[in-house]
């Protein structure tokens, strides 16, 4: 069982940033691929970032609209990961959610996750 809590959403004004943390409870946090998605008023919870297992590759995959902005990272001696956001826009504005995976495949899946946080809310004013 992993329990996951996000915080650092806010309010920010367009062109402005915010790092978003996510840490994790519970066993192997290092093994689990770890996701942020947004879901917007409305709309469906939508991919955002990921980031593999620890291995001696890491990868990292981002929706296109986010590309050159968003970057995620973690630090596994704290069972956090971390999702850092720059020149941040107006449809930015979501409430941000990071998710566990025990699986390799469709990582832009909700459904390929395990495990999810409250979610914390982002605004972007213009």
């Known amino acids: 069982q992993v329990q996951l809590v996000e915080s650092g959403g806010g309010l920010v004004q367009a062109g402005g940033s915010l790092r978003l943390s996510c840490a994790a409870s519970?066993?192997?946090?290092?093994?689990?691929?770890m996701g942020w998605f947004r879901q917007a008023p409305g709309e469906e919870r939508e991919f955002v970032a990921r980031i593999s297992r620890s291995g001696p590759v890491t990868y990292l995959n981002y929706v296109d609209a986010v590309k050159g902005r968003f970057t995620i990272s973690r630090d596994n001696a704290k069972n956090t990961v971390y999702l850092q956001m720059n020149s941040l826009k107006p449809e930015d504005t979501a409430v941000y959610y990071c998710?566990?995976?025990?699986?390799?495949?469709?990582?832009?899946?909700?459904?390929?996750?395990?495990?999810w946080g409250q979610g914390t809310q982002v605004t972007v004013s213009s």
């Open positions: 519970g066993r192997s946090f290092s093994t689990y691929n």
């Open positions: 998710a566990a995976s025990g699986s390799s495949g469709g990582y832009s899946m909700v459904g390929s996750y395990d495990y």
